[in-house]
């Protein structure tokens, strides 16, 4: 191999009888001087260059780019067949950006990037978990202390914040929660009613779809519908922010992400989630009632009175204390998936999908976690 320039950062070299020209180092602004010589010493040796291999390049800037665009044009004044090899796609697209001419990106030849072993591959997966879970506790205790810290001085909370996202998360939700409940009810109520039937035992529709309501469909309905809505909500506004350096400007300012964005969206979930849990209760009992009205011919005044003697109020009780493990999980990871969003749009999206799909996924796992500890406890 002759060496057409080495000792420093940077070097070019040929190969395979001068075909070959190997480039090597870091092609940036900062090298400018010596990228210009080598050049300089590329267009007095003359060589009949064919191929130009640039894997061996460590970094490219647009300086360093243009100067790459310039060796294959003038390798290319020699052998018009020269071209590029070794070059990443991200590289490519820089090219591509500053050259005015797409003839000569266009004779760039991508090289397929080099398979790996299955160790390496385990590697990095575990690597990438690992990096994710420590993010993930970092969270989880900042989130404690400022939490434990905030409430020793309750009149410092944001809490013209947390009334906005009360109103946001909580009073607008009304609607879609109260028709989605009310459906849930009228096809319980529906499906009860033709079984119930066959045995002369209408009545028992009451105790059912009462008990059913008010332990499970209605917190877990709600928490659902906030998963989707409102997790999703917390995830997409944060990163917005985070893509917009708007939350390294907060911290700049002095002003703590956490305290100011994150705790109060959580306090206000732990507000509203027990009164939209009420909320869904009773528009669920009403589907039922409808039903029980329209087909069983049970009426309005036996279905609460059977409710009242037969349905007691611990029922209630069981479906209300999962609340703040619903409110904690769905404001939770809302907004710690927005503070994992990269600089990038695309991100955005990805975050947001995740706080939608693990925010349903931890419900429902909490859900069933409840089921089994009242089972134990004979509840």
């Known amino acids: 191999m002759e060496s057409v320039m080495e000792g420093g950062p940077l070097n070019i070299a040929y190969s395979d009888d001068s075909r070959t020209l190997h480039c090597h180092g870091d092609w940036v602004i900062g090298e400018i001087s010596e990228l210009n010589r080598l050049l300089h010493d590329v267009n007095v040796a003359g060589q009949s260059i064919k191929v130009i291999d640039v894997s061996g390049v460590l970094s490219v800037d647009t300086s360093g780019a243009l100067m790459l665009l310039k060796l294959l044009d003038s390798c290319k004044d020699i052998v018009k067949e020269c071209h ?80 906005e996202n009360i109103d946001s998360a909580g009073f607008k939700a009304l609607p879609i929660i109260g028709l989605m409940s009310f459906l849930i009810g009228i096809v319980l109520a529906y499906q009860l009613s ?75 979930v732990l507000i509203i989630m027990p009164l939209l849990i009420v909320w869904s209760d009773i528009l669920g009992i009403f589907g039922s009632m409808f039903i029980s009205k329209s087909l069983l011919g049970i009426s309005y005044i036996s279905f609460l009175d059977r409710m009242h003697y037969e349905v007691s109020d611990m029922e209630y009780l069981l479906g209300i204390i999962k609340a703040p493990i619903f409110s904690f999980i769905i404001a939770g990871v809302g907004c710690l998936q927005g503070t994992l969003v990269e600089s990038s749009a695309d991100s955005v999206g990805k975050q947001t999908t995740k706080a939608a799909v693990q925010a349903i996924f931890m419900v429902i796992m909490a859900d069933a976690g409840f089921s089994i500890i009242y089972s134990w406890i004979g509840v």
């Open 84 to 163: 590029l090899v070794g070059l990443s796609d991200d590289y490519r697209s820089l090219l591509e950006l500053i050259s005015k001419d797409k003839k000569v990106v266009s004779q760039v030849v991508v090289l397929n990037p080099h398979s790996h072993n299955d160790f390496y591959i385990i590697g990095k997966s575990v690597f990438r978990r690992f990096r994710q879970w420590s993010l993930i506790l970092a969270f989880l205790g900042e989130l404690i202390v400022t939490l434990f810290t905030e409430l020793c001085n309750p009149l410092k909370l944001a809490w013209r914040s947390i009334c």
């Open 194 to 268: 033709g079984q119930l039937q066959e045995y002369g035992a209408d009545i028992f529709v009451v105790d059912i779809t009462a008990i059913g309501i008010l332990r499970e469909f209605g917190p877990l309905i709600t928490a659902i519908v906030m998963a989707g809505r409102t997790s999703t909500s917390f995830a997409a506004l944060i990163g917005t922010m985070k893509v917009n350096e708007e939350l390294d400007a907060l911290t700049t300012m002095g002003v703590t992400p956490m305290s100011n964005l994150v705790l109060p969206r959580i306090i206000a």
